[in-house]
């Protein structure tokens, strides 16, 4: 059997268990590859019925315009269900401060929003793209990954989870984030998308755009990012390796127009994804973790 | 290109994680930038590459499995780096539990260890369809054949009472990479393949001409129902008479899909959605099988079992939860047979319960009819777990016997 089919299998494989052990779960999504995949990966696992849950994305306010335009092609195309939580709201809500500076993320502001929708729908499960070739701490994640009723991933007491055996069972408020992908490379996403013809944000593609060099890192000029005098300004040929926020996603340089070209870039290149592309793990070798700890995806 | 699912497993301290930074670092896997962040203290510790978490790093010990991911031309692996540690045993029964292969690594100057012992045991349990022994550290044994041979020739003895028996044995030194992924000019009176290559060639079983297994994980609504579930073993065909347990209904299969195809003929494993021609009703935990080659069917059975749960030992008295694939029922388990002792191998009885990481004869008894198999005749549909239903948590798993 093909590896890819092998992958394509164990994540129809958990979609379903998580259809048949959960009430009410919700699938996250991004606009980003990794998401995209996993809708076309839950059409497959439900055909011929439709998608039998919503789609959540929560909305940081400092999204690519590409992506948000896909994401809603993508949901009329589907015919799913689109809920938009907004990071704005909550900090207003909860009165937290609005990250300011050059580059402000409100990355980990996103994990109160995900907290507020959990309670506010009930969700007992939230799929998401994660995959463990993406940075330490998660490569230690469960596909079922448990968590307490505060969204807390607890490292050093996760469950036992043996052969295909997810157990999804919890007590109320507690929920478990399920992720179908773990066991995917970026490589093998790639290959996926190539395998299956799945259409993506154009700014995973080359394309002219005007950035500021921010620690060897390009970080596009937009709305959210606004260039001093003091920054070293270029304009070339660039495309996104992930799609996060304008505010804390690098492009990186590239002439790569096709998925093949992507594909070819991505075999001869020497730096990781987040490495390349994410300037908010740069701050300490733990930072993925304690974001989790924290209820963060 | 298909994939190969592989451990590495052996006592604190004798290399399984620089053995996986070694084979990562010569088939080119390690990206620039991570290797930067291995570079601690002057020289790369390659150990760093699976240590994920803040307080593995700090105690120098890897607590739970970490998943990593490398591809040569030929095939794409997926490691799981498991802990060595005593306390942890649980955690590698779970790395190990989707393994083709396990790496079992002994230190040359310390010989098998009790934790070779409870890892053979754990590989034992599982029955992983393919053990590699690697004697590592050979370079601070003067790559002695003596040394290799003894330790051996004493694994030999473990492995014949485990019921070990498909085991190839390599001398290694993770760190200088002799062996792992090519021949050491060291070991001259070796001539057997390195680790990457038995990686590479090694072929599991197949169950996809074995006797028709399909475990219902939820319905596909439409116009008429469909089931969603997964082949376990087998082939299933359409016009296929099948029995559903535990109801022990029958039913004609009139239309498969797959992906979002509509096809005849399934071989496992394959996920799928079915229908059936005759009003029948099916419904998760439900399993498939062929009308005239049924699986066992009743109220318990005798199993090999591992306590998982660190807090709360098994309670005799306790209902708990059995799942088999999708299949639940209540579940008892009133008496142990008897205890494995990990220092001699030898069953042995004692009054106090089980408890976390240690294993197990036992009689498990259902509240509520299940059906199951052998481990022989289907794998797939031999084994489970045991879950507490009060704090929801996986305290055992099991196999049939």
Not at chain 2, 297 to 324: H, P, Q, V
Request: proline share 4%; hydrophobic share 40%; glycine share 6%.
């Amino acid at each position: 059997m093909d590896y890819l089919d092998i992958l394509e299998a164990e994540a129809v494989y958990i979609f379903r268990e998580v259809a048949g052990q959960f009430k009410r779960p919700v699938l996250l999504f991004s606009g980003g590859k990794d998401s995209t995949v996993l809708i076309h990966l839950a059409l497959k696992a439900f055909y011929p019925s439709p998608i039998p849950f919503p789609v959540m994305h929560i909305d940081t306010g400092h999204n690519f315009p590409e992506a948000l335009a896909f994401r809603d092609e993508l949901i009329k195309k589907i015919n799913a269900k689109l809920i938009v939580r907004k990071v704005v709201d909550t900090i207003r809500e909860k009165n937290l401060p609005d990250p300011q500076g050059k580059f402000p993320s409100r990355n980990a502001l996103q994990s109160y929003t995900l907290m507020g929708a959990i309670q506010e729908f009930e969700f007992d499960a939230c799929i998401g793209g994660g995959r463990r070739d993406e940075e330490k701490a998660r490569a230690k994640e469960r596909i079922f990954s448990f968590r307490n009723a505060s969204g807390a991933w607890q490292p050093h007491n996760q469950r036992p989870e043996i052969w295909d055996v997810y157990n999804g069972r919890i007590h109320q408020g507690e929920n478990v984030r399920a992720f179908p992908i773990s066991n995917w490379t970026e490589l093998d996403v790639w290959k996926y998308i190539q395998r299956e013809k799945i259409e993506l944000p154009s700014i995973y593609f080359a394309h002219q755009r005007s950035c500021i060099v921010f620690n060897k890192r390009l970080v596009a000029i937009s709305q959210y990012v606004n260039p001093d005098e003091n920054d070293e300004i270029v304009t070339t040929t660039v495309r996104y390796r992930t799609v996060g926020d304008m505010t804390c996603t690098a492009a990186i340089e590239s002439t790569a127009g096709t998925i093949e070209d992507i594909i070819t870039e991505l075999e001869a290149s020497l730096i990781s994804e987040r490495g390349a592309t994410r300037i908010d793990d740069q701050v300490s070798d733990a930072a993925m973790e304690d974001r989790k700890l924290k209820g963060y995806f | 290109m298909d994939l190969l699912r592989f451990t590495t497993a052996g006592s604190v301290d004798d290399g399984k994680s620089t053995l996986i930074g070694r084979l990562l670092y010569d088939t080119g896997n390690i990206k620039t930038d991570i290797l930067e962040t291995l570079s601690a203290e002057g020289g790369i510790n390659l150990a760093y590459v699976t240590d994920g978490l803040r307080a593995e790093r700090l105690q120098k010990i890897t607590i739970d499995v970490a998943y990593k991911y490398f591809s040569t031309p030929n095939r794409k692996f997926i490691i799981t780096d498991a802990p060595g540690h005593f306390e942890y045993t649980r955690n590698l029964v779970t790395g190990a539990s989707n393994v083709d292969v396990m790496i079992i690594l002994i230190d040359a100057q310390n010989g098998i260890t009790a934790q070779t012992r409870r890892h053979s045991m754990v590989a034992s349990f599982l029955r992983v369809g393919k053990v590699i022994v690697a004697i590592n550290k050979m370079d601070l044994s003067n790559f002695s054949q003596q040394v290799y041979d003894n330790i051996k020739n004493a694994y030999l003895q473990i492995a014949a009472k485990l019921n070990i028996s498909n085991i190839s044995f390599i001398p290694v030194s993770a760190l200088n990479g002799d062996n792992v992924t090519s021949a050491s000019a060291n070991t001259p009176w070796y001539d057997g393949p390195t680790i990457l290559e038995l990686l590479e060639s090694y072929v599991g079983p197949t169950h996809a001409y074995a006797h028709l297994r399909l475990s219902v994980q939820c319905t596909i609504d439409g116009a008429e129902t469909g089931y969603a579930g997964k082949v376990l073993s087998g082939t299933l065909s359409t016009g296929d008479k099948v029995m559903v347990h535990p109801s022990r209904k029958e039913g004609l299969v009139s239309k498969i899909i797959h992906n979002y195809d509509t096809v005849t003929e399934v071989h496992a494993p394959c996920n799928v959605c079915i229908y059936l021609d005759n009003n029948i009703t099916l419904q998760r935990g439900d399993t498939l099988s062929h009308a005239h080659d049924t699986p066992l069917y009743g109220n318990g059975f005798e199993a090999a079992l591992c306590w998982m749960d660190a807090k709360e030992k098994l309670d005799s008295a306790k209902t708990y939860l059995l799942r088999i694939n999708t299949a639940e029922a209540r579940c008892t388990i009133p008496s142990i047979a008897h205890k494995i002792d990990i220092d001699t191998l030898e069953n042995y009885t004692e009054n106090a319960p089980l408890e976390a990481n240690q294993f197990a004869t036992a009689q498990i008894r259902t509240l509520d009819e299940i059906a199951w198999d052998h481990f022989s005749s289907v794998p797939e549909n031999a084994r489970g777990v045991i879950i507490d239903p009060d704090t929801n948590n996986t305290v055992a798993a099991f196999i049939v016997r």
